[in-house]
Antibody, heavy 122, light 111 residues
Framework: QVQLVESGGGVVQPGRSLRLSCAAS????????MNWVRQAPGKGLEWVAV????????YYADSVKGRFTISRDNSKNTLYLEMNSLRGDDTAVYYC???????????????WGQGTLVTVSS | QSVLTQPPSVSGAPGQRVTISCTGS?????????VHWYQQFPGTAPRLLIY???NRPSGVPDRFSGSKSGTSASLAITGLQADDEADYYC???????????FGGGTKLTVL
């Protein structure tokens, strides 16, 4: 079955960087686009970024554009999120999510990881 | 402020039918992009409930159904059960933002 396991979360000071990883298994990783979606404590879901199956097409939410970088290594079945210049409002659980559909068009999440908590605080 | 608007809460008694609305605009639902729905229990990851407006993944009971009209969509739950108590989110694609957008979420309480 599909498994997505995030890691790399933790407490980080404002302005610093953090890299999240998501190890995928149970499906052909290189066939699927992938999302990062986050959820601030007690708040709703917020889409962060999406990457195509081959890494050639990438889109970001305005709130993270220029600070976050999504990437993937299909040889390692792993998705990444490099987060720079972190701010307090980046505090959230970050979910790795498998995408069905077409990025840049109709698409949805059919599988989610368990999430990793990122806390930005001094 | 979420791009898609949902009521913060809805409630119903066991066995009843409830609906959750999701209102968008001409750059997302109104542009004929599909609406998808997710269910989330406290402390757990969301799970896909409805995709492509009205399709259920395997394992989702047929008590859950979706519909879409114009710039709005709805999730209907019939035969309400205690374990339906959860948060529900709608999601679509927005052509102006060039990305996915979510509703703010609706907390369903089973009385």
């Amino acid at each position: 079955q599909v498994q997505l396991v995030e890691s790399g979360g933790g407490v980080v000071q404002p302005g610093r960087s953090l890299r999240l990883s998501c190890a995928a298994s149970g499906f052909i990783f290189s066939n699927y686009p992938m999302n990062w979606v986050r959820q601030a404590p007690g708040k709703g879901l917020e889409w962060v970024a999406v990457i195509s199956f081959d890494g050639n097409n990438i889109y970001y939410a305005d709130s993270v554009k220029g600070r976050f970088t999504i990437s993937r290594d299909n040889s390692k079945n792993t998705l990444y999120l490099e987060m720079n210049s972190l701010r307090g409002d980046d505090t959230a659980v970050y979910y790795c999510a498998r995408v069905e559909g077409v990025i840049g068009d109709d698409n949805w999440v059919d599988s989610w990881g368990q999430g990793t908590l990122v806390t930005v605080s001094s | 402020q979420s791009v898609l608007t949902q009521p913060p809460s809805v409630s119903g008694a066991p066995g009843q039918r409830v609906t959750i609305s999701c209102t968008g605009s001409s750059s997302n639902i109104g542009a004929d992009y599909a609406v998808h729905w997710y269910q989330q229990f406290p402390g757990t990851a969301p799970r896909l409930l409805i995709y492509g407006n009205n399709n259920r993944p395997s394992g989702v009971p047929d008590r859950f159904s979706g519909s879409k009209s114009g710039t709005s969509a709805s999730l209907a739950i019939t035969g309400l059960q205690a374990d339906d108590e959860a948060d529900y989110y709608c999601q679509s694609y927005d052509s102006s933002l060039r990305g996915s957008v979510f509703g703010g979420g609706t907390k369903l309480t089973v009385l």
